[in-house]
Structure formats: C-alpha cells, structure tokens
C-alpha cells in the first residue's frame, strides 16, 4: 500500500495508495520515518493522496504527526489530491495536531513552584508599594485642597470599626490580660514574688499584646470588611461608575477608611491596655493575696509614659497596614463572587502577616536604641 | 478661529488610530471613528469584540496603548488632569449592570455627583433630581435601595443618574442586556426620549441588533478588535456582504420585516436644536493656558 521510498526521485510527490487503516499504519509509519531521516531543513517532500480511497483516524494521526515534525524541522510539506472523505478526515486531525506545536508544556516540579511562588510575592509587593504611593499622591492633595476630601464618610466607619469593636475588644484584652497573670502567678509565687504579676502584665500588655491583639481583631473585622466591601463594589462597576462621576476612589473609599482606622486604634488600644490590666489584676486579688491597691500601685510604678506611647505608635501603624493591605486586596478583585471571597481572605491572611513582621520591626528597633 | 469653525467644525469625537493591548493580547486595532455632535451611534458586536473597551476608553476609564483621543479637536493627551477632568465632566455612562451605591436610596444615589458641586444648594439639587426622575417616571421610588428595584427601575435610575449633571455625550454599556424584551424596547425609547428632551449625542455599546436598529442614526460594527463595517443600520442590516450577515442573522429579525422608525428624530436636527440652545458653544476649559492650546491645535 505505501511505496517503497527508494522509488521516490528527489521531486516527485510522495504516493499514498488505496485503504489507509489500521491494519497499515505500522507500514505507513515505518515508511514515514524513513523518509524522516533523509529529509533536512529547506527540502520540500509533497505528500499525494489522491489515490488512497479510505483513511482512518490512526493512520491520519500518523501522516499529520509526521508531516509536523517535518514542519518543526523546516521541510516544506504540503498534502494534496485528498479526495472529499479523506480530505474530511484528515482535517479534522489536522485542528486537534496544529494546537500542540507552539504551546510548551507546562512545567512542574519543586523549582519551578519555588520560582513561581517568589515571583508572586515579588509583584504582589511591587502592587501594594504602588498602591501605597497612590494614596500618599491622593493625601497630599486633600491635604493641598481639603475641600475634596471625603469628611463625610470618616464618622460612619470609624463607628463601624471603632465603636462596634468595643465588645469584643475589651473580652478579648480582658482575657489576654487575665492569662498571662494566671501563667505568671505560678512562677512568681514559687519566688514569693507576688506583686512582680503587675509588671509582667503592665508592661507586657501596653507594650506588646495590647496594640497586638487589638490590630489582630481590627484585621478580622474591618479589614476584612474593606476588602469585602471595595472588592464588591469592583466586580459591580460600582467603583468605574464613581469614577465617571468625578469621584476617585482613592480619595472617596481609601482615604477615609484608612484615616477612620487610624483614629480609632490608638483608642481601642488604650482600651485594651486598660482592660488588660484589669485582667491582670483580677488574678492579683483572687489568687495572690494581693491588695487592689497594692497592685495598681505597682502597675503605675512600673509603667511609664513611653511604654503606653510607643504602644499607640505601633497602633496606628498597624492601622495603616490594616487598611493599605485590606483596600488594596479590594481594588484588585477580579471575577465575581468567589473573587471577592478569596480577596477578603488574602487580605487578613496578609495583614495578620504584615502585622507581626511589623511589630517584631518595633521590637527590634525599640530594645536596639533602648527605647 | 470663527471662519476655521464656520466651515468644519471638528466632530465631536474622534479617534485616531486607536489601539489597546492588556498584557500583550491586543484588543483594539488601530480603530478610526468618529462621533459629531447630536449622532445616536450604536457600537455592535460579538462577545470579546472589544467594545467594552471602547467604551471605557471613550470614557477615559482605560488609556489606550496607542493612538489619539479627539473631544472638539482636542487631542486629550495634550490636556493636564485638569483641563482632562473638564472634558471628562462632558461625558456620563449607563452602565451595564447599573452600578448604583448599595448603601443609598434612588434620590441620594442621582443626587450624588451634584452634592459635590459646591455651589448648589440643597433646594437646587432636589428641584434637579426630581426633574430628572420624573422624566424617567421614577419619582415614585425616590426613597427606594437599589436592591429593591427591578432591572428595568435600576437602568432608569442608572440613566437618571448619568444625566443629572447635564452631560453633553452619554455612554450606554449593553442598556438591553438582561433585560426581557418588552422592557429592552422601552429602554430604546428611554435613550430617544433621553435624546430629544437633553440633547445629548449617544453612543451605545450594544450587542442586541434590534436595539440598534431602533435607535441608532449609524452603527458601527466591531468583530475582533476591528472595524468590519460602519453605516447606516437599515444598509448594514440589509447588507450581502458575508461579514455582515451574521449579526443580521443573530439578531433574529428578517431584515425585510424592518420598517423606517417613524418618530425618528435626525441628528442634524438634534445637533440644531443644541446649537440654538448653546450659542456659545460647549462649555469647556477656562484660563488662558487652555485658550492657547486650543488655538495651538487649531493651527496645527
């Protein structure tokens, strides 16, 4: 059925005959291959079809893979002479063997994931710093022209994120406040030194778990709430509809949330230390024969100034962060429902994350210039 | 600079060359179009033909790659943010799936943009919103959310709020899409109503070819980033060229069964009418800079 290839001259037309089905396709594939190895790159090898009466899909596969390969390697190949059902048949493989050329496959493998990984968070950092330079550009100018910034917003959400969060931030600081004195207590006491438990708690809540546990829940609810709610106001147009009225959605949504957060967490910090104290002190009173006195005597000894500023100071850094991070995430949903899902999460997933470097950064930098 | 006007004014928009890529899959190729003033244009085309994008760029949600934005024969890439804002405060849109703020009813949702211009005072706006609603015959959901309307309600109060401020050119994105027939045809007449009451030059993004048959004073035809065809819609839908044939096809209208829209108001009437309405002109830039740039461009 397939003739022998060393019939063929150097021009003539390479001939396929009669029935093309399974049964030849080992022959045609072996004759195939052959021709293969002789052809270079700028030959032409014209294939002739139009004495084959039937083809099937194999042997159709086979010719069309071969003639690919053939391409790849610069050989002119050129099919002619198909009758109409052979012509069928071979140009529906042809749609399905022209896609792979052209295509790489795609790589796997622990490397390439490292790789691709580290890119990811390259550019993902490289779209929050320009998104921090665009709100700085957008507060310089509300600061040139405060006319244009959004005022009105400012009170409702620092409601909706201060006000709202006083519950949940007292129970929680309370507790905090309440554990580490109960953890303490037992160490203490073995040294007889009870009312050390003010201190551990003063110092450790104002300066560290206060602002901390404060931002973590801040993060969960209204930074979330931002992403949420820009990424819902993405998807729905509704942030391209602002701005074709004239409105930025820097200025309009990001500003005000982000000054909102600033000057509620300072707040609910305070708040917290308070209440953590208080925790602290509970612990004091009920299981170490300790004076409320006593304690809070001990407490004011202990604290200074500083240990409640420099714990306000990583607040409203970490408000900032909360916000930049959250609205950030919003501006960049993409795709429905399930984007503003996934938005949200990476949001609090990178603010809890940003929070903690950030704060070890005021550690750091605090304790290096004894501060 | 008045004999250069008498004899040619500029089209109201125009583009030049107009490309638009995002990340390397080009979307527009180099389009050449042109708007004047008082023209109803329908913008038609399959999914992923661009014509959204177009529409964004016409309304300067989107720079484009390459090529020139002309508003009155100004090339807005000439134009500081500005003298830009200026010439975007010209144009509104309607947008496809509405847009309106969740958290405001219908009233405060039209009266948004005019709140933030200063010099009117409450009385001033109400007497403007409510205006603008009852041409539409929505006063009566004024207190409404946008989550309680229907699709037909929230388009009129999208219009509403696109025409508040008195545009000069309005952009609809898709106005029929999702909605049933019978409302898709009073949404064709809302956009002639709105069309002959303002004024305004309209340019609608659509993909439903009995809209743009209705509506339109000339339709432009998008396929794959390109323009495949442009005229007058009775041609276009009528046309042998095989191009064509599927849009006349899909829009499952026998394009012999089409007759003449009767109340059909012409854009050269539209466009005097707004000329005896404006006998000044657009409104457009201030300060001495923006006079000699004009003037620059016109020269040039």
Known sequence: MTPDPALRSEDAPFRLQGRLVLGEAKGLLDSLRKQEETLRGGDTFPIDLSEVSEIDGASAAILLGSVRRLRDKGVTCEISGAGEGVREIVSLYESATSKKPGEPKPQTGMIVDVGRGTLALVLGIKEVLGFVGQVVIEALGVIRRPQTGNWRDIVPIAERSGADAVPIVVFINFLVGFVMGFQGAKQLKMFGANIFVADLVGLSVTRELGPLMTAIILSGRSGAAFAAELGTMKVSEEIDALRTLGFGPMRYLVLPRTLALVLVAPVLTLLADFVGIAGGLLVGVTSLNLSVAGYWQETRKVIHAWDINSGLLKAVAFALVISLISCQQGFATTGGAEGVGRRTTTSVVSSLFALILVDTAFTVFFRVFDL | ?300
Request: glycine residues 6%; aromatic residues 4%; negative net charge.
């Open chain 2, 1 to 300: 600079m008045h004999d250069a006007q008498a004899v040619r004014p500029p089209p109201l928009i125009e583009m030049r060359k107009v490309s638009k890529s995002f990340d390397g899959k080009v979307v527009l190729h180099e389009l050449d179009f042109c708007v004047q003033r008082g023209e109803t244009v329908a913008i038609i085309g399959g999914s992923g033909s661009g014509k959204s994008t177009l529409a964004r760029i016409l309304m300067g949600l989107e720079k484009p790659t390459s090529g020139e934005l002309l508003v009155d024969g100004v090339c807005l890439s000439t134009l500081d943010r500005r003298e830009l804002a200026d010439v975007h405060a010209r144009f509104a849109m309607v947008f496809q799936h509405h847009a309106l703020l969740d958290s405001l009813d219908v009233f405060d949702n039209v009266a948004f943009q005019l709140r933030d211009e200063h010099e009117l005072n409450e009385p001033e706006i109400s007497r403007r919103v409510t205006e603008v609603l009852r041409s539409l015959e929505i006063q009566d959901a004024a207190k409404k959310l946008p989550a309680e309307l229907s699709g037909g309600m929230a388009k009129r109060v999208g219009i509403a709020r696109a025409m508040v401020a008195g545009p000069e050119i309005l952009i609809y994105d898709e106005p029929t899409s999702g909605l049933d027939p019978m409302t898709s045809r009073t949404v064709d007449q809302l956009i002639e109503h709105m069309r002959d009451t303002y004024l305004v030059t309209s340019i609608v993004i659509t993909h439903d070819m009995v809209s743009a048959y209705n509506i339109a004073d000339r339709v432009v035809v998008l396929a794959s980033g390109h323009i495949v065809a442009e005229g007058d819609p009775r041609t276009i839908f009528k046309s042998e060229d095989p191009a064509l044939i599927p849009f006349a096809l899909s829009s499952g209208v026998d394009p012999s069964h089409l007759s003449p829209h009767a109340k059909h108001v012409s854009a050269e009437e539209i466009r005097a009418r707004w000329a005896k309405d404006h006998p000044h002109g657009a409104h457009r830039s201030h300060g001495f800079v923006a006079w000699l740039r004009r003037w620059k461009h016109r020269l040039s």
